[in-house]
């Protein structure tokens, strides 16, 4: 009785076999039918900044905390007046609360140091008058003349140039970006004997903005890169 099911199994199991060898032949065949090329696109802007975050800082150094507190109340107004008489509206301008180091107490301070009291203010200007605002660092030194000396080189307190309308430039530069990837998989495929498809998939890289070099910046780059794979055809 074994022996009538052992020619039918050996059917079932030869055709069993064969049929898997035509799957795998058709999908290795489907793969090596589908060609695609990948392809990056750039879109560059250079723009000008558009807000501008100016903190204007001076110290005040002394023994007696009574006489600084008058001294730091005297050269905020006429800080304050600077830039008002400037064209800085009051309401882009804030003053912080003024940051005191007791020298005595700071056991890494010079105890030589003549001064207890090192007392500094920040009045922050935040604008969009951007030119405005550039003018008005130029014309800092003058402050000089009614004894208030504005230091720089504080890393906490540099100035800042931002560029706040990167939403208005989206489109058009992801349009561009995604121009110049066609027209480079163009290329590739005519180099190649192919003609261009559709879109396999597309990534769309992160907007990065940047100073457009160490000296200017209230210049801004902007940037963004777009990566698109196309199928070929021929």
Known sequence: MKNKWIVPAIIIALGLFLLGQRIESGIVKSKEAVR??????????????DRVIWPLVYKE?????????????????IVIDFLKSNGIP???ISVAPPSIVDMQADRYSNLNNPYRYNVTSVITVSSNQVDKVRELIVKQASLLEKGVAIVSGDYQYNTQFLFTKLNELKPEMIAEATQNARVAAEKFAKDSDSKLGKISSAYQGQFSIEDRDANTPYLKHVRVVSSVVYYLKD
């Open 90 to 92: 009051e309401n882009e």
């Open 36 to 49: 695609t090329v990948s392809v990056k696109g750039l879109s560059e802007r250079e723009v000008p900044a």
């Open 61 to 77: 150094l002394g023994n007696d905390l009574i006489s600084i507190y008058r001294a730091v109340n005297t050269k905020n107004e």
